[in-house]
């Protein structure tokens, strides 16, 4: 039954994602102008500062390493297949991140408030974290499930998201289609571990 509701979770988040990718530049366009202008207007500098400090410790730089660390705690407590499995599969979300921005190709919004060096859909932010903190809550919480661990990690996400919109580095869409291949990713790599 459960895994009848993951392939359900990823086969919707890819037609989403998919739908997101085909139309950003159409159906998205509007909204997305919308809310960058809506995150530029209520900038100040102290929350400038505060996105900055969430995107600074949410980006690939510190999740590469934290994702070898939790491989190395898995692997140490004797736990080799989470071990695996944990660093294979953010290694290849963090590959197929930078692959699909690239092969993408969008710009990122003209007034950003912080420097970003690649392009903007999706967002790496949105996608890494989704992946790594779902990943996270589905092997430490497979023998016993703790709402209190999703609650919090949903709202982690939720910050890391709203922290890249209001630094105007991404599009609203860049977000949701970030979320959308995030979720794609987890369901798949779940299904995966639990063949």
Request: hydrophobic share 60%; net charge positive.
């Amino acid at each position: 039954m459960a895994n009848k509701k993951l392939i359900t979770i990823f086969i919707v988040s890819v037609i989403l994602f998919i739908f997101i990718l085909v139309s950003y530049s159409s159906f998205f366009a509007g909204i997305d102008l919308v809310v960058n202008e809506f995150f530029y207007s209520i900038r100040l500098d102290f929350f400038v500062g505060l996105a900055n400090i969430i995107g600074f410790f949410t980006g690939w730089f510190i999740l590469l390493p934290l994702s070898l660390l939790f491989g190395l705690y898995f692997w140490l407590s004797k736990k080799r297949k989470q071990s695996a499995f944990f660093v294979i599969a953010m290694l290849l979300t963090f590959s197929l991140t930078q692959v699909l921005k690239y092969f993408i190709n969008r710009a990122r919004p003209h007034n950003a408030l912080v420097d970003a060096i690649d392009y903007s859909f999706p967002s790496g932010h949105a996608v890494t974290n989704i992946v790594f903190i779902g990943l996270l809550l589905f092997l430490f919480s497979r023998k016993r499930k703790n709402l209190h661990f999703y609650i919090i990690g949903f709202l982690f996400s939720l910050i890391v998201v709203i922290s890249r919109l209001y630094l105007n580095v991404h599009w609203f869409s860049d977000i949701i289609g970030g979320i959308m291949l995030g979720v794609a990713i987890s369901s798949a790599f779940i299904l995966l571990y639990e063949r």
